[in-house]
């Protein structure tokens, strides 16, 4: 079993930057694949991003790509999400999750976390 707690959420105007990371317990995190996934208020939950168990293979939201970068640390158990030129349609609780196999779809995750909130002010 898995255990998720992400970190870094916060306020921060348009076009600023933030870091989010998912701490992740047990040791067979270097098995699962992991990815983001946000939802804003009255909206279904969407996938940002998904990265392998490896590393080596990563997928973005068209939404996101060329601002967002996903990346993990396998030795410290832990996932990143590197938000840049942050807009106010982002605004929303973001959640990192844990899977068999790297998937942007929801249903594909075993594991949650509980989510921070990112608010990005125009």
């Known amino acids: 079993q898995v255990q998720l707690v992400e970190s870094g959420g916060g306020l921060v105007q348009a076009g600023g930057s933030l870091r989010l990371s998912c701490a992740a317990s047990g040791r067979t995190f270097k098995r699962y694949a992991m990815g983001w996934f946000r939802q804003a208020p009255g909206k279904e939950r969407e996938f940002v991003a998904a990265?392998?168990?490896?590393?080596?293979?990563?997928y973005y939201a068209d939404s996101v790509k060329g601002r967002f970068t996903i990346s993990r640390d396998n030795a410290k158990n832990t996932v990143y999400l590197q938000m840049n030129s942050l807009k106010p349609e982002g605004t929303a609780v973001y959640y990192c999750?844990?899977?068999?196999?790297?998937?942007?779809?929801?249903?594909?995750?075993?594991?949650w976390g509980q989510g921070t909130q990112v608010t990005v002010s125009s």
């Open positions: 999750a844990a899977a068999q196999t790297t998937s942007s779809y929801s249903h594909d995750y075993d594991y």
């Open positions: 990265i392998s168990w490896s590393g080596g293979s990563t």
